[in-house]
C-alpha cells in the first residue's frame, strides 16, 4: 500500500497504473476459449477512454449511468471511467426480476445504460428497456477512433477530479414487492474499506479469480479496489460450474478467493463427492480430524492432493454476504485454508471482521478502528465509521429511520458478543420467532444444527403460535445455479426416492433435535419443491417467499413428515 493511502478510488486507480504498468490486471475467459488480458497500464487508457465517451454522450457529472452486465474486464474500466467523469453508477445484478429494474430505473432517474455483451448478458427488452439510451461496454471502452483526439489521457486528466466525500454510486434494494432504497456511497466510503483489507490481510502475492457479481459492492471493493491498490490479476470467470472454477483456480495458481457461503459450500461438495467417488470419503474424514491437531502448512502437505487441483497456492478465503456455518468454515480450515469472514451490508461496508491470526468458528470478529460496533438494548447490531453510507437516496425518512440519533446504524441484525469480545451473529430482527412463554428462538441457530446434522440448506418457520418446522431441500448435491451442468436424471432418481428422501430428513431432523435446546426443536418438516430455494443476487435465501410458501392453508404438493419425539 503506498505510504500516503488514495483518498479516492480513481487516484487508487491511478496509482496502481503508476506502480504496476506492465503487470497483468484483468482477464476474461470468452464462451469460444479465446481470452483476453489487460496489464494495469491499458485498464487506466481505457477506462480514460470510456469516460470521454460517456461525456461525449452528453452525460455530465452527477447523472445516473445504469450498468448492466456479466463480469467482463470492459466493466470496471467503465465504472472507472464514470467516476473519472464524475457520474453516477447504478449497477444492476443479473438476477433482478425485471418489476425491480423498472423500479430502479424510475427511481435514479438514470439517463444512459451501459450494457455487457455475450453468451450470458442480459437483453433489455426483457426489462422494458429496449427504446432506453444504451450502449455498450465494449464500445465506450474499445481502441480509440478517429473522432477520439491522440491526447485523450491528458485531457481526461485535466478534468475536475471527484472529491472524497463525493456520491459516485447507487447500490438498490432489490424492491421487487416495494419502494427500492438507492444506497449512497462516496469514495471515502469505499476506501475506509479498502484500508481495513490492508490491515487485515497478509502481504502476499494475490492471483484471484473473481466469481461474484460486479454489481455487489463486496466483489467491487475487495475483488476490484484492493487487489488492485496491491498489484493483483483477476481472472473473471462467469460459471458457477465446479468444474469450470476448479479450472480457473488451478491455472491462475489462485492465492486467495472471495465467496459467499453457498458457492464455497458448492466448491467443497466437489471435493467431497470426489474422495466418496473413489472409495476414499473414510480416509478423507479421518485426515480431517488429524489435520486439525496440526500447523496450517502441514494440512496443506497432509492434502496435497486436494490443493493440486486448487493450483497449490491457496491459502485464504475471505467469506461475507450470508451464514456461514462454522462446519463449512472448519471443512476449509482442515485443509489448511484461512478462512476470514466479514460482516457488514451495503450501507455499512465491513463493519466487523475476523483475521488471520483471530478466525475462530462461529464469530464474525470484531470492528477494527476506527470502525466501532455496539449492541442496542434489544440486542440489535449498531454500527458507526468511515465507511458508513451517505444515506438513501432522494428518502430522507428512510435514510433517519436506519440510524439513531447519535449516529449508528441500525443493521437490523441481532447478535452477542463471546467471552473474548468477538461478535456472534444471530439472525435478523424481523426473523426472530417469539414463543408463546416468551422466549426468542433464532432461526439460523437451527439451520445450523440441521446442516451439521447432514441437511443441505434449511429454513425454519414458525407455521403456528409455539410450532416450529423446517422447510428443507432434498439431500443430495447442491444445485448449480447460473447456467452450470445440472445432476444426470439417473442421479436425481435416486436422490428423489420418496422412502429414501423422507428417512434421510426424518433422521437429520432427530440428530439436530438431540443437540438443540426443548424450546428450539423442529416439531415437523417440509419439503421444498425445487433444487434450490429462490435466492437473491447475493445468494442469500428469500426467507419471505419461503415463509409464504409454507404458510398456504391448502394441502401442499410436498411429502410431510412429523418426528414423532417432539411434536407439541
Not at 447507487?170 to 424492491?175: A, D, I, K, M, P
Not at 443493521?411 to 422466549?439: C, E, K, Q, S, Y
Request: aromatic share 6%; proline share 7%.
Amino acid at each position: 500500500m503506498a505510504e500516503h493511502p488514495a483518498a479516492t478510488i480513481v487516484e487508487l486507480l491511478e496509482r496502481a497504473a503508476t506502480r504496476f504498468a506492465d503487470r497483468p490486471a484483468l482477464a476474461l475467459r470468452r464462451d469460444d476459449a479465446t481470452s483476453v488480458e489487460w496489464t494495469y497500464a491499458e485498464l487506466f487508457h481505457r477506462s480514460r477512454l470510456a469516460a470521454w465517451r460517456l461525456r461525449a454522450l452528453g452525460l455530465e457529472p452527477g447523472d445516473r449511468l445504469l450498468t448492466w452486465s456479466p463480469s467482463m474486464p470492459e466493466l470496471p474500466a467503465v465504472y472507472f471511467g464514470a467516476m473519472m467523469a464524475r457520474l453516477i453508477l447504478v449497477p444492476l445484478d443479473l438476477r433482478m426480476a425485471p418489476e425491480a429494474i423498472e423500479r430502479i430505473v424510475a427511481r435514479s432517474g438514470a439517463r444512459h445504460l451501459a450494457l455487457g455483451t455475450g453468451r450470458d448478458a442480459p437483453d433489455p427488452r426483457e426489462a422494458g428497456l429496449e427504446h432506453f439510451p444504451t450502449t455498450s461496454l465494449e464500445a465506450l471502452a474499445a481502441d480509440p477512433e478517429a473522432e477520439i483526439p491522440a491526447d485523450v489521457d491528458a485531457r481526461v486528466a485535466a478534468w475536475q477530479k471527484p472529491r472524497p466525500d463525493e456520491i459516485w454510486e447507487l447500490v438498490y434494494t432489490s424492491g421487487t414487492t416495494g419502494t427500492p432504497k438507492g444506497v449512497m456511497l462516496a469514495h471515502d466510503n469505499v476506501m475506509a474499506s479498502v484500508a481495513l483489507c490492508h490491515r487485515i490481510l497478509p502481504e502476499m502475492e494475490h492471483r484471484t479469480v473473481s466469481i461474484l457479481p460486479l454489481s455487489h459492492l463486496l466483489e467491487q471493493a475487495i475483488g476490484t479496489f484492493y487487489v488492485l491498490d496491491v498489484g493483483a490479476s483477476v481472472l473473471y470467470v462467469r460459471s458457477r460450474n465446479p468444474r469450470v472454477i476448479f479450472d480457473a483456480i488451478r491455472s491462475r495458481r489462485v492465492t486467495a478467493m472471495i465467496f459467499v457461503p453457498q458457492v464455497l459450500d458448492l466448491i467443497w461438495g466437489t471435493i467431497e463427492r470426489e474422495a466418496a467417488r473413489t472409495g476414499r470419503a473414510a480416509a478423507f474424514a479421518r485426515l480431517r480430524r488429524v489435520a486439525r491437531r496440526l500447523p496450517y502448512p502441514a494440512r496443506r502437505r497432509l492434502f496435497r492432493r486436494v490443493h493440486e487441483q486448487l493450483g497449490g497456492e491457496l491459502r485464504l478465503i475471505v467469506c461475507t454476504a450470508a451464514f456461514l456455518p462454522p462446519s463449512l468454515q472448519q471443512a476449509w480450515e482442515d485443509l489448511g485454508v484461512v478462512v476470514i469472514q466479514g460482516y457488514g451490508s451495503t450501507e455499512a461496508g465491513f463493519g466487523t471482521c475476523t483475521t488471520r491470526r483471530d478466525h475462530g468458528l462461529g464469530t464474525v470478529g470484531r470492528a477494527q478502528p476506527p470502525g466501532e460496533c455496539r449492541l442496542a438494548d434489544d440486542g440489535e447490531i449498531l454500527l458507526r465509521g468511515p465507511q458508513l453510507f451517505k444515506g438513501y437516496w432522494d428518502d430522507a425518512e428512510a435514510t433517519a429511520a436506519a440510524m439513531t440519533t447519535d449516529g449508528w446504524y441500525r443493521t437490523g441484525d441481532i447478535g452477542r458478543f463471546d467471552a473474548d469480545g468477538r461478535l456472534v451473529l444471530m439472525g435478523r430482527t424481523r426473523d426472530i420467532i417469539v414463543l408463546p412463554n416468551g422466549l426468542n428462538v433464532y432461526p439460523e441457530d437451527i439451520e445450523n444444527a440441521l446442516r451439521v446434522a447432514g441437511l443441505r440448506d434449511s429454513v425454519v418457520v414458525e407455521t403456528a403460535p409455539g410450532r416450529i418446522e423446517a422447510v428443507v431441500l432434498a439431500p443430495g448435491p447442491a444445485p448449480i445455479p447460473q447456467g452450470g451442468e445440472a445432476p444426470t436424471a439417473t442421479s436425481l432418481a435416486v436422490e428423489r426416492d420418496p422412502a429414501v428422501v423422507r428417512a434421510q430428513i426424518d433422521a437429520a431432523v432427530k440428530r439436530a433435535n438431540a443437540t438443540l435446546g426443548i424450546s428450539q426443536r423442529v416439531q415437523s418438516w417440509r419439503l421444498w419443491p425445487d433444487d434450490d430455494f429462490p435466492r437473491t443476487h447475493t445468494l442469500k435465501v428469500r426467507r419471505d417467499q419461503v415463509r409464504a410458501w409454507a404458510a398456504v392453508d391448502a394441502p401442499l404438493p410436498v411429502t410431510q413428515g412429523e418426528d414423532p419425539g417432539h411434536l407439541g
